[in-house]
């Protein structure tokens, strides 16, 4: 499976869930947190109570980052969860 992300900075949102959060224009900090939080689910994660996530929501501060509870859920997943066998040594 291949695949790619980006985004434009420059874009104006205009419809749908992303408007709700980011309004008619927005940062490129905000931008990369809702990304970053919508990436979280599909890698598995689902919302937290603690504000300081970027897996909680609505959100409250400005986090561009996973933050420490953000990576023990990734952690889960992966290699330490036995989903992906590390590579054998030559």
């Known amino acids: 499976m291949r695949g790619s992300y980006s985004y434009n900075d420059n874009y104006v949102w205009d419809s749908g869930v992303a408007q709700m959060y980011l309004g008619n224009t927005s940062s490129a900090a905000l931008r990369?947190?809702?990304y970053l939080h919508?990436?979280?689910?599909?890698?598995?994660?689902?919302?937290?109570?603690?504000?300081m996530e970027i897996m909680h929501t609505p959100f409250v501060v400005s986090l561009t980052s996973y933050q420490p509870g953000d990576l023990t859920g990734l952690k889960k997943f992966g290699i330490g969860a036995g989903c992906i066998p590390p590579p054998s040594d030559p």
Do not use: A, I, R
């Open 32 to 34: 990369t947190q809702l």
């Open 38 to 51: 919508e990436l979280g689910h599909v890698m598995g994660l689902d919302h937290v109570e603690s504000v």
